[in-house]
């Protein structure tokens, strides 16, 4: 599953200290965004289960991947602005998804995207924007 949200960033600074429950993980989260409901579908689904930054790791507990680690060593902290290598590595770990390849090539170069899934190219759009890549709407 692809990165739809630029949280996911955030998830791998909390879980750089080690593994922790989905409630920890979430009660971090929205210390910093208080919009995001910390037991909420988003923490649990799109910022957790779709993330290819995270596992879980049994017991409702989660912990980095190997690509997760390789972006925790990076310069960065938790709920800041992107640094250049994390914007970076997240375009780099969105092109390897074959399907939000092509929806980030149509974004950059056409402005739309011609992909089926509309909240996947919405979620791509955001992202990208916050990369610096598209300019907000």
């Avoid at 955030?10 to 989905?22: Q, T």
């Avoid at 995270?54 to 390789?70: E, K, P, Q, R």
């Avoid at 980030?104 to 995207?113: I, N, P």
Wanted: proline share 7%; charged share 30%; net charge positive.
């Amino acid at each position: 599953m692809p990165v739809l949200d630029i949280r996911c960033r955030d998830v791998v600074r909390i879980l750089a200290e080690g593994p922790k429950k989905r409630r920890e993980v979430g009660a971090r989260l929205h210390e910093k965004y208080p919009g995001l409901r910390p037991r909420g579908s988003w923490v649990r689904d799109v910022l957790l289960r779709w993330n290819p930054l995270v596992v879980s790791v049994g017991d409702d507990t989660w912990a980095l991947s190997d690509l997760g680690s390789a972006l925790a060593k990076l310069p960065g902290e938790l709920g800041s602005p992107l640094t250049t290598e994390e914007k970076a590595f997240l375009i780099g770990l969105m092109m390897l998804d074959e399907r939000q390849r092509k929806i980030v090539s149509e974004l950059v170069v056409l402005g739309k995207s011609t992909g089926p899934d509309k909240w996947i190219v919405v979620q791509t759009r955001r992202v990208l924007t916050h990369i610096g890549l598209l300019k907000p709407e």
